[in-house]
């Protein structure tokens, strides 16, 4: 989370826990587009989802072994979580994007190949969110990585009137 500001800071809060498994990310996509239409942010909704995406398969790849399979603790399947967050301001809404792991290690961002499929998560993540950064938190066995999004009220009212006519957000 921002942790320079507390929850009361984000009032708009949803929670969804999720296996730790490759299934898990179209699922938390579909989710933060559904989320942000119903909060009337429908026009952060592409980059939010493509944050999600993105700090979701990390999270998911971090509580894999090098076989791709989860790591079970026991017999329990390893558990991500996201929480999505907005101010619900009216000029300058902010969508606050958490994912929580159980691995302590930092994200690290790499420099892909031109011909590598994977490797350009974080760069995504920085060149669309205002801010991220991630954290360990005392009481959780894992790790926090957190971004923040923010669209100005022209940029969500013209995707409203072009979609519904029919909506005003002021």
């Known amino acids: 989370m921002a942790r320079t500001e507390s929850m009361a800071s984000w009032p708009l809060s949803v929670h969804l826990p999720l296996g730790a498994l490759p299934t898990a990310v179209p699922c938390a996509r579909m989710y933060t587009r559904v989320v942000l239409d119903e909060w009337g942010m429908a026009a952060v909704a592409d980059a939010a989802s493509l944050v999600v995406s993105e700090l979701l398969t990390n999270s ?3 509580c894999s072994g090098p ?3 989860p790591r ?3 017999a329990v399947l390893p558990v ?3 929480r999505l967050s907005s101010d619900g301001a009216r000029a300058r ?3 606050l994007v958490e994912v929580w792991d159980s691995v302590q290690h930092a994200p690290v961002a790499r420099r892909a190949g031109p011909d590598e499929e994977g490797g350009r998560g974080i760069a995504l993540v920085q060149a669309l969110s205002d801010r991220w950064d991630w954290a360990t938190v005392p009481g959780w066995p894992g790790k926090v990585v957190w971004a923040v999004l923010q669209a100005l009220l022209q940029q969500m009212q013209h995707f ?3 979609v519904r006519p029919d ?4």
């Open 60 to 62: 998911v790849q971090a």
């Open 72 to 74: 079970y603790d026991g």
């Open 93 to 95: 809404a902010r969508v």
């Open 67 to 69: 076989d791709g399979r």
């Open 80 to 82: 991500v979580h996201l």
């Open 160 to 162: 409203a009137v072009s």
């Open 167 to 170: 909506i005003r957000l002021m």
